[in-house]
């Protein structure tokens, strides 16, 4: 049996209450020696698309065999499926409802369970929080290296969101606001090499009724105060306010719909 490695924490339970605690007690009950990383417990409540862009940012950033424990579980209780997947040699440990969407537009799973041997979960089982006591127990068990075929049949399809995908239509891009972060950029859902971001003065910009007629390709090459464009670090477009806050001074936040438009002339 190997010794128990990383395990990622992604929630939108927030930071009040018993219900990070918990699901931390259930793995390192299992699986003594876990290092647990908590990635966020801040994602909007119920908000599956937010979670899918964090998990797109932190794929690639971590080793081999580390498995990521996410519950962003609006539909807890019903017939939604429980799934681990196998991809970019980590494991997602996650309800089946759209969460892996970004993921799989650039990595290909190599194995999909579904999460259905009640011997592995804990009990009893509450009907409302089943990352505590069915997905907690999952991850333990790929923690200690042991067969995913214990956890339920293989499956060959996930959900997928069709909203994380920007539209493309004759004059650019479709897209949204899927994430507001710290410093209040707006991220979205449109992919920095759809744009071909060196052509920085090729695209306009607009978002809650404001306008960018060019790309930047960092904060300070405009002067505190502008609002800006530019492809960030995660790969997607996003607009900021050079030392400010866009999401508040555009009133804007996930969902909210922006354009780009490709200029002529």
């Known amino acids: 049996?190997?010794?128990?490695?990383?395990?990622?924490?992604?929630?939108?339970?927030?930071?009040?209450?018993?219900?990070?605690?918990?699901?931390?007690?259930?793995i390192l009950g299992l699986a003594p020696g876990t290092q647990l990383i908590d990635v966020t417990h801040t994602v909007s409540p119920q908000n599956i698309l937010e979670g899918a862009f964090?998990?797109?940012?932190i794929v690639d950033a971590f080793p081999k065999g580390t498995?990521?424990?996410?519950?962003?579980?609006?539909?807890?209780?019903?017939?939604?499926?429980l799934i681990a997947v196998a991809l970019a040699d980590q494991w997602f440990v996650l309800p089946d409802n759209g969460l892996i969407s970004a993921l799989v537009r650039?990595?290909?799973?190599?194995?999909?369970?579904?999460?259905?041997?009640?011997?592995?979960?804990?009990?009893?089982?509450?009907?409302?929080?089943h990352g505590r006591d069915i997905l907690a127990p999952a991850a333990a068990h790929l923690l200690l290296g042991r067969d995913?075929?214990?956890?339920?049949?293989?499956?060959?399809?996930?959900?997928?969101?069709?909203?994380?995908?920007?539209?493309?239509d004759e004059s650019g891009f479709v897209g949204e606001v899927v994430f507001r972060d710290s410093f209040g950029n707006l991220i979205?859902?449109?992919?920095?090499?759809?744009?071909?971001?060196?052509?920085?003065?090729?695209?306009?910009?607009?978002v809650a009724d404001a306008e960018i007629h060019r790309l930047n390709q960092t904060y300070g090459e405009s002067p505190p105060g502008t609002l800006i464009a530019l492809?960030?670090?995660?790969?997607?477009?996003?607009?900021?306010?050079?030392?400010?806050?866009a999401a508040r001074q555009l009133t804007a936040g996930p969902?909210?719909?922006?354009?780009?438009?490709?200029?002529?002339?």
């Open 67 to 81: 498995v990521h424990l996410v519950v962003i579980d609006p539909g807890v209780g019903t017939d939604r499926r």
């Open 106 to 129: 650039t990595h290909m799973p190599t194995g999909i369970w579904e999460i259905a041997n009640p011997s592995i979960y804990r009990a009893p089982v509450s009907s409302t929080f």
């Open 255 to 265: 969902g909210t719909t922006v354009w780009v438009r490709k200029r002529r002339g």
């Open 188 to 206: 979205t859902n449109i992919a920095s090499e759809c744009l071909g971001c060196t052509a920085q003065d090729a695209w306009t910009i607009q």
């Open 148 to 168: 995913p075929a214990e956890l339920g049949p293989v499956r060959t399809k996930v959900v997928t969101i069709k909203s994380f995908e920007a539209t493309r």
């Open 231 to 245: 492809p960030g670090s995660l790969g997607w477009i996003e607009v900021a306010i050079v030392n400010g806050d």
């Open 54 to 57: 964090v998990l797109a940012g």
């Open 1 to 26: 049996m190997s010794q128990p490695g990383i395990l990622t924490l992604t929630t939108d339970f927030g930071t009040d209450g018993p219900y990070v605690a918990a699901v931390k007690g259930v």
